[in-house]
């Protein structure tokens, strides 16, 4: 082997052992590379500031998960950052997961914590067949943007419909007595969209103004795809809408209903207590220490309780006549 062979060896080994060492992994089909980071550290975005020419601002914003959805357009390539929201079964909690993207025209860089399913699965899916990586990597970087993107955007319906499916069981258990909990799923439900909303409104701009920023990253108009994702974005925009209105109406509704039946308790027992204080009165009477009528008679107790029955029926038809009960 000759001397100069062997230097391109040693140069480019401990190259590769760095790159594995990272939490990153990369494809490339022509000239196009997909890089592809989970979990980034410190280690990570060092990489990237020595790789390519990303400003020191976008690396710090890759680590920080407060970060707004925006897009930071610069003169070799454009800094995106978007949030999807991700529904935690144990918690039943909706929370949103921050994908950074560097778009340039030779390459494509994803970072994020790897729980949005769709993105690696997508990844995974390029890694491993060959047709989908050719279909989605040949038209270029922004084609392959739209791609991630759309997938992403797409499993946010299947969210919204666990929320609606979600709304009409609390709906059913409004008018039922099977669950003593409504309140606290009414407020879940509530919390979820608010998140879900809050996630969803700034992405509306961001996507509604990416087209025309990633036509330079493009071989063919991509304005009708990004059109078409934009509707879905606002589709589900109209949906939170809808279920933010349905569920505060079944919010008031159960407070309401709650409201009702209190009273409905309450009438009943100041029905009773009415009922019961005359009664109260006449059993006072005969066990005070003084002579009283029939208080010899070997049928005294007998008589008192006619009274106590006499005062109930009149009571009872008392309150008959004026339609309390």
């Known amino acids: 082997m000759s001397a100069a062979a062997e230097r391109v060896i040693v140069m480019i080994t401990p190259q590769i052992k760095k790159e594995k060492e990272l939490n990153m992994d990369s494809l490339t089909w022509g000239e196009l590379i997909w890089v592809n980071i989970e979990r980034p550290t410190e280690k990570e975005t060092e990489y990237l500031g020595e790789h390519y020419s990303f400003h ?27 949030h ?3 529904y935690r079964k144990r918690e039943r909690v909706l929370t949103s997961s921050q994908v950074s ?49 759309d997938r992403l955007v797409d499993y946010c319906l299947p969210i919204l419909d666990k ?12 008018f039922s007595d099977r669950k003593r909990s409504t309140v606290r799923e009414i407020s879940m439900i509530r919390r979820d969209i608010i998140s879900f909303r ?41 949906g939170l809408d809808e ?13 309401s209903l709650a409201s ?31 002579p009283l009528p029939l208080q010899n008679s070997d049928f005294s107790l007998i008589y008192v309780f006619l009274i106590m029955l006499v005062v109930i029926g009149g009571m009872l038809y008392f309150f008959r006549r004026i339609r309390v009960i």
């Open 260 to 290: 009702n039946r209190t009273n409905e308790v309450v009438r009943m027992l100041t029905i009773i207590a009415t009922i019961l204080l005359p009664i109260t009165v006449v059993a006072s009477i005969f066990g005070m220490n003084i």
């Open 243 to 255: 279920y933010k209105e349905i569920i505060e109406g079944l919010s008031a509704t159960h407070d």
């Open 198 to 238: 809050r996630i969803i409104w700034p992405m509306r701009a961001v996507i509604g103004s990416l087209e025309p920023r990633v036509r330079r990253f493009v071989k063919l108009d991509l304005s009708v795809y990004f059109g078409d994702m934009l509707d879905h974005v606002d589709k589900i925009w109209d």
């Open 101 to 149: 993207v560097f778009i340039g025209q030779n390459y494509l860089i994803t970072v994020h914590q790897g729980e949005l399913n769709p993105l690696v699965k997508l990844f995974r899916e390029c890694q491993i067949d060959e047709e989908s990586r050719q279909e989605y990597f040949s038209q270029g970087s922004g084609f392959l943007l739209y791609r991630i993107l």
């Open 163 to 174: 929320v609606g499916d979600s709304i009409e069981e609390v709906e059913d258990d409004i």
């Open 56 to 82: 020191h601002l976008d690396l710090d914003d890759v680590l920080s998960r407060i970060q707004r959805p925006k897009i930071d357009e610069y003169q070799d390539y454009l800094f995106l950052v978007f």
């Open 84 to 86: 999807f929201p991700i």
